[in-house]
């Protein structure tokens, strides 16, 4: 362990943890942007750091354990330690396992985070302001970035505290999240990941604000950021859509290549009885019907979801209707998770629990489907000329994604014989092979 007493008298140095989702992947790197231009230095070690920051996730039970492992550790090897993030609202959790945390603060949070840092570690007088790239400092690789046009949310799904954890929904104005955008492609950036809780609802808590941007009237609302951001030339991608209609007009840039053909929709059920009681936003619409209309109009859509199975009081013929929905929506990316119940959650009341053994085995039946869906789709791929985007090089294999694949959770495409190409290439290959989940291609 460090000394605590043993002080550097060069650059103060901070070392961060980041855990969680991209939301709180975004919360870090603002962080650690600020940290940077008020002249900290970021430490990739626990030891050379004078203090540690742990962003952390509260979001299930597994994660609240990371979370505070991650905390012991940072105290075990570093003595000094802050700590950020959505189990940050649950200050009492944290100090009764660690009383020696020196702050606790909740998500979403720089400028508490900074006055902690700057309490326990004072700044440094020069801080070197012009070191820190306009578009600030990235976790993501280098060729693409989250794009956080929102916190918060305003719907109330039963099984979720985050509306708890971070507050209603809070957009941030739309020409703030442009000249984001452009600096991030100014800084290199090849594909922007539009991200908050629920991309769909953008907008709506300022009313749809209307503001000048480059000469024209633009409003505060997901088709014209979709629209706005159509025009950077670079690979936008939607994540955490809801099935509402205004979301159909979203189509025809799509359709266009203004955005990517790319949907990603948190379904999470398709009986109708277990949407209600998850209180899921849009639970009345018809979303096979939704999803045709989407194809009709743009044929080259992939749509990716996530769902849970074990929901309480999920019974036999509500989970066989969860299959139906999945043989006929036909989506190519699917996520599953066994419903868990986090603490505050409302939905741990609203019926039994479905015993561990019946939710184990659900979910080997609902990945089964879902890979032989996503195994089918993908065979019809191989003999296609497709673009992809080189996210690293493996020797002289390069694994890249298509216009269909989000980095982390999507599958990847390995590019046989790629020498020549290298991480941030844009490239057009021909696909030759494909198993459950992935592609393989040769270069064109
Ligand atoms: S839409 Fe539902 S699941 Fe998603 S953040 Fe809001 S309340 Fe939670």
């Not at 802050?82 to 020196?102: D, N, Y």
């Amino acid at each position: 362990m460090k000394d605590p007493t043993e002080r550097t008298v060069a650059t103060p140095s901070v070392g961060f943890v980041s855990l969680g989702c991209p939301k709180a992947l975004v919360d870090s790197e603002r962080i650690i942007s600020e940290l940077k231009m008020r002249g900290y230095g970021i430490s990739p070690d626990y030891g050379g750091a004078d203090l540690v920051v742990v962003n952390t996730c509260g979001f299930i039970d597994s994660a609240i354990d990371e979370s505070l492992d991650a905390i012991g550790e940072a105290l075990q090897q570093n003595g000094r330690v802050i700590v950020t993030g959505c189990l940050g609202v649950k200050p009492e959790t944290i100090l009764s396992r660690h009383p020696k945390v020196l702050a606790v603060t909740g998500p979403h949070a720089t400028e508490q985070v900074l006055a902690a840092v700057n309490t326990h570690l004072p700044q440094p007088h020069d801080p070197f302001v012009d070191l820190v790239p306009p578009a600030g400092v990235r976790l993501t690789p280098r060729h693409y970035a989250y794009l956080k046009i929102s916190e918060g949310c305003n719907n109330r799904c039963s099984f979720c505290i985050i509306p708890a954890l971070r507050g209603d929904l809070a957009s941030r104005p739309i020409d703030e999240v442009l000249r984001e955008a452009e600096q991030l492609v100014a800084s290199g950036v090849k594909e922007l990941l539009v991200i908050s809780q629920d991309t769909s609802a953008y907008g709506s808590d300022l009313r749809y604000r209307a503001v000048d941007w480059k000469g024209r009237r633009i409003e505060t609302r997901f088709l014209d950021l979709a629209r706005e951001l159509g025009e950077l030339g670079v690979w936008v991608r939607m994540h955490y859509v809801y099935p509402y209609p205004h979301v159909d007009a979203v189509l025809p840039l799509m359709a266009e290549g203004k955005v990517l053909p790319y949907l990603d929709i948190p379904f999470q059920h398709g009986s109708p009885s277990v949407l209600k009681r998850m209180r899921r936003p849009a639970h009345a619409e018809n979303t096979l019907k939704r999803i045709e209309s989407w194809r009709a109009q743009c044929p080259e859509l992939t749509l990716r979801s996530t769902f849970i199975v074990g929901f309480p009081g999920e019974t036999d013929a509500e989970f066989e209707e969860l299959l139906q929905w999945i043989d006929a929506a036909q989506l190519d990316r699917v996520g599953c998770f066994k419903y868990s119940p986090v603490e505050g959650a409302t939905a741990n009341d609203i019926a039994a629990a479905v015993p561990d053994e019946v939710m184990e085995e659900r979910h080997a039946r609902f990945m089964e489907r879902a890979a032989a869906i996503s195994s089918a789709r993908l065979a019809k791929r191989v003999g296609q000329t497709v673009q992809v985007l080189v996210d690293r090089m493996e020797g002289s294999v390069a694994i890249a994604r298509t216009a269909g694949d989000a980095p982390e959770i999507d599958g990847v495409v390995r590019i046989r014989k790629a020498r020549g190409l290298k991480t941030g290439d844009f490239a057009h290959v021909r696909i030759i092979g494909a198993d459950d989940y992935d592609l393989v291609a040769e270069p064109q």
